[in-house]
């Protein structure tokens, strides 16, 4: 099944994204930065503002879904 339509596998989509991203962002911001304001790459971007600014919710959320796939 694909990840766009289980609910599960969405999330845990989502988090990765954002996970990878803030990592990228941190190590390397020139990469981010100069596609702030595009469309499409842009939203990288604002994953990366997300895990920086929601840190703590991502990294709870992050353990959730590990034990979410762990039981089941």
Same mark, same amino acid.
């Given at each position: 099944?694909?990840?766009?339509?289980?609910?599960?596998?969405?999330?845990?989509?989502?988090?990765?994204? +954002?996970?990878?991203?803030?990592?990228?962002?941190?190590?390397?911001?020139? %990469? =981010?930065?100069?596609?702030?304001?595009?469309?499409?790459?842009?939203?990288?971007?604002?994953?990366?503002? +997300?895990?920086?600014?929601?840190?703590?919710?991502?990294?709870?959320?992050? %353990? =959730?879904?590990?034990?979410?796939?762990?039981?089941?």
């Amino acid at each position: 099944m694909s990840a766009l339509f289980n609910f599960s596998s969405l999330i845990q989509v989502i988090l990765l994204l +954002i996970c990878s991203s803030t990592y990228i962002h941190s190590q390397w911001p020139s %990469i =981010l930065d100069r596609y702030k304001d595009h469309e499409a790459l842009g939203a990288f971007w604002k994953m990366a503002r +997300i895990g920086e600014r929601a840190s703590p919710y991502v990294s709870l959320a992050c %353990i =959730l879904v590990a034990f979410n796939q762990f039981q089941g």
